[in-house]
């Protein structure tokens, strides 16, 4: 289990650099980005995640998959039901990242675990809907391939994530503006609640 989850999360680093922009018509799932696809290949926008939530939220768990960081300076979507990272910084962030020039992210062992127990906790099991979001869906896809592994069998991404994809051109260049959950204007807050937060057992 280790060594798929450390493989899985290997890809899933080498990826995330190469994140294309990407828009969402009716039906576009066909030309998601290859590091956005999913083996089970379950999508939801911003805004049917957020309507399926409104209507069915106690057959559903909604999961924040997004280091602990992201989430405290980046903010949450409001109807998560809880934050449980794919992958996490490690506790001393000494090691460098020079490819992607960020930090070293490690794989969170716990993560399929922390998923279940989660899902019991709010009285589903494996074959209850999840729907995971990450910053743009790259990693959402890479944890929901994981999931289904796992045995786990309605993994929906959100495969334009919290923050959605890079503009390429003119004031947008660089800045994710061009979809998501934020730009989508759906609820997320700066303000944590602890309840919802991932500490490590």
Request: net charge positive; aromatic share 8%; hydrophobic share 35%.
């Amino acid at each position: 289990m280790k060594r798929t989850l450390c493989i899985l999360s290997l890809a899933c680093l080498a990826t995330l650099s190469h994140a294309q922009e990407w828009k969402q018509g009716a039906s576009d799932w066909a030309n998601l980005p290859t590091v956005k696809q999913s083996r089970q290949g379950l999508y939801l926008t911003p805004q049917q995640a957020y309507e399926m939530v409104q209507k069915e939220g106690k057959n559903t768990l909604f999961l924040d998959i997004r280091t602990r960081a992201e989430a405290m300076y980046v903010g949450m979507p409001s109807a998560v039901d809880a934050l449980v990272p794919y992958v996490e910084h490690q506790e001393i962030m000494g090691e460098w990242d020079d490819k992607r020039n960020i930090y070293v992210l490690e794989p969170n062992v716990d993560f399929p675990k922390e998923v279940e127990r989660r899902l019991t906790d709010k009285g589903l099991n494996k074959q209850s809907r999840i729907i995971l979001i990450c910053r743009s869906g790259d990693r959402s896809a890479k944890a929901s391939d994981l999931l289904a592994m796992s045995g786990f069998s309605s993994v929906y991404s959100i495969a334009e994530g919290f923050e959605g994809d890079m503009g390429k051109e003119g004031p947008s260049a660089n800045r994710r503006t061009v979809n998501g959950w934020k730009n989508a204007n759906l609820p997320w807050s700066y303000k944590l609640d602890k309840t919802k937060m991932y500490f490590p057992k």
